[in-house]
């Protein structure tokens, strides 16, 4: 069974356009790349032509990584920023630490410089519907550690 990649409504959104936008514009617009190099004549020693056809392959991966990631979506309700979910920064507290981290929780949301948390991976699946005020721990490849939830914020 295929992981299921939870978004938020925006993020959805952003990941859909850009699918749209390489299937039709960008795949048209390599399409005539390519064809400009091959009218220069040798393709065995033609840079713009490895070029396109290197950038080709590139936007072609990442065609089927948003397919991917958009067939197996679930849409997550907008956060009121009672609980960890997708969408919503949270700000831990490591246990013997005064430092706060502030992380952007969810796969492949966006919200400027934050540092993303994977909601699958370990302290993502800890922090997965705790509040604020809990502690939770989680498996670290150096033992296990506790974080507090100092704040969540929509």
Request: without cysteine; proline residues 2%; negative net charge.
């Amino acid at each position: 069974m295929a992981d299921v990649h939870q978004f938020t409504q925006q993020t959805h959104d952003r990941l859909s356009a850009e699918h749209e936008q390489l299937t039709t514009h960008g795949r048209v617009d390599i399409a005539r790349k390519i064809q400009a190099a091959r009218e220069m004549g040798d393709l065995s020693e033609n840079g713009d032509y490895h070029a396109a056809k290197e950038e080709q392959g590139k936007m072609e991966a990442r065609i089927r990584q948003l397919e991917a990631l958009l067939l197996d979506a679930e849409i997550v309700e907008a956060a009121d920023g009672s609980a960890v979910v997708a969408g919503v920064i949270v700000s831990i507290r490591y246990e013997g630490d005064d430092e706060v981290e502030r992380l952007l929780v969810g796969s492949v949301e966006e919200r400027g410089e934050l540092e993303v948390l994977t909601p699958g991976s370990p302290l993502g699946v800890a922090l997965m519907g705790a509040k604020v005020g809990d502690i939770v721990d989680f498996e670290a490849p150096g033992g296990v550690l506790k974080v507090e939830i100092v704040a969540i914020e929509a």
